[in-house]
């Protein structure tokens, strides 16, 4: 299994990184793990849009969704689209919030995207079985665990601390956890976001082999993130864009 970070920037774009994208590929497979804005520039640097075999959408908030708008005109006018609909698993409701954001008609995306709600529980989606659990978040979120090839990666979407998310992760090789909550400010609403030491936290617990910090907003002390959620679970690093790690 191979992870691809296209953007980890935290709730919006920021100077260095789109907001959250992945591409997690398995077996020739290539699936886009959320399209956060900003981030279909760059995907193009590591993917050709026309061999993206299916998109995961963790939420509907913008910057984990927002650059479907692009998607979709390259799609409609590039002259390069593939045969065949994009399948996009994300939560209920997707097909008329995206193709409201895409347009203030709110014309449907059905000639682009084959749309299959998702909510808690297991599915396979290529060579990738799919683990779901809802997150601690205003929204309706799940966190993800891929596995294929006898490995798994647990992302965690967006979420405050959560005891499904813990036990989603159970025995994973890697968790890619957001960390967007500096743990020195006590004004953070709760159920919203992890703090660095809380990723740490829930990766001890959770007993998983490795910890990836993501979702760090450009506000926010990268480097404090880091040492806070180390303190917790020493097995942990910071990602970036570009970035490939090999599960």
Same mark, same amino acid.
């Given at each position: ?119 808690? /529980? ?7 079985? !799919? %683990? #779901? *659990? =809802?997150? +601690? ?5 799940? @966190? &993800? ?11 965690? /979407? ?7 998310? !813990? %036990? #989603? *992760? =159970?025995? +994973? ?5 957001? @960390? &967007? ?23 001890? *617990? ?42």
């Amino acid at each position: 299994m191979k992870l691809t970070v296209v953007g980890c920037c935290g709730s919006g774009p920021g100077p260095d990184s789109p907001a959250s994208c992945y591409l997690l590929e398995h077996d020739g497979f290539q699936l886009v793990v959320d399209l956060g804005n900003g981030s279909f520039g760059p995907l193009q640097r590591v993917l050709d849009p026309a061999a993206v075999d299916a998109v995961f959408l963790s939420h509907l908030h913008a910057d984990h969704c927002l650059d479907v708008a692009p998607f979709v005109v390259w799609h409609r006018y590039s002259g390069r689209s593939p045969a065949g609909l994009v399948p996009l698993y994300a939560p209920v409701d997707a097909e008329r919030r995206l193709a409201a954001a895409y347009d203030v008609d709110g014309d449907g995306l059905t000639d682009v995207f084959d749309f299959v709600p998702v909510g808690p /529980g297991s599915f396979d989606l290529g060579p990738f079985q !799919v %683990e #779901l *659990a =809802r997150t +601690a978040h205003p929204i309706e979120t799940y @966190a &993800a665990r891929f596995t294929a090839g006898g490995r798994s990666l647990v992302y965690t /979407g967006d979420t405050g601390p959560c005891d499904r998310v !813990v %036990e #989603l *992760a =159970r025995g +994973a090789d890697v968790l890619l956890a957001e @960390a &967007a909550h500096p743990d020195d400010d006590p004004d953070q609403p709760p159920g919203l976001h992890l703090t660095g030491r809380q990723a740490g936290e829930h990766a001890a *617990a959770a007993g998983v082999g490795r910890l990836l910090l993501t979702h760090i907003p450009a506000w926010v002390d990268r480097i404090g993130q880091l040492a806070a959620a180390s303190a917790a679970f020493p097995e942990t690093e910071l990602v970036g864009p570009g970035q490939v790690f090999h599960i």
